[in-house]
């Protein structure tokens, strides 16, 4: 065995260090003081739904939509944010048309849903805990069309509650 190579090795190991990267994924991240996150989706999403009745035949619906959307963070303190957000439907293909229901797609490609939201996270020894109030709005009038349609901007307001136990490193 040779000593040189055994004694570089050892010296490699004694002065390693680990590196360290703030967790962008986890359930409780939020970005640090003064500093933006920015997240982009793509998703695509297929619902396929059989369903059968007493005196019908079985019938199978197909739902398949898109959608991109894109929300900033911004870390007011290291456990609080601030966010919001953009995201736009694009028109969604319905594969069914019936007497009692009629086959809809979407208006037109631009239909936007827009977000605020906070995050603040409390730790108290082990246990991790995050709230999470948010505000929505989209105007069914972009998504639907303007015929016969009185519906005004929806809002929706919402919390998300987190829980945790902190494990430790890994």
Do not use: C
Request: proline share 2%.
């Amino acid at each position: 065995m040779n000593y040189k190579t055994l004694l570089m090795a050892s010296a490699a190991v004694l002065f390693s260090t680990q590196a360290m990267a703030q967790d962008l994924t986890g359930a409780f991240s939020v970005p640090g003081k003064g500093q933006i996150m920015s997240e982009t989706t793509l998703g695509m999403t297929r619902t396929k739904t059989k369903w059968s009745a007493q005196y019908w035949d079985d019938e199978t619906y197909v739902d398949d939509g898109r959608y991109i959307s894109e929300t900033l963070e911004y870390g007011i303190t290291d456990n609080l944010s601030i966010n919001a957000g953009i995201i736009n439907h694009f028109d969604v293909d319905k594969k069914y048309d019936y007497w009692w229901e009629e086959k809809y797609s979407y208006n037109n490609d631009h239909n936007f849903a827009y977000n605020l939201g906070l995050k603040y996270n409390m730790h108290f020894d082990d246990l991790l805990f995050q709230i999470a109030p948010s505000y929505s709005t989209y105007d069914p009038k972009s998504f639907y069309g303007h015929r016969g349609n009185d519906s005004r901007w929806q809002k929706n307001l919402g919390v998300d509650l987190k829980a945790g136990l902190d494990l430790g490193n890994g």
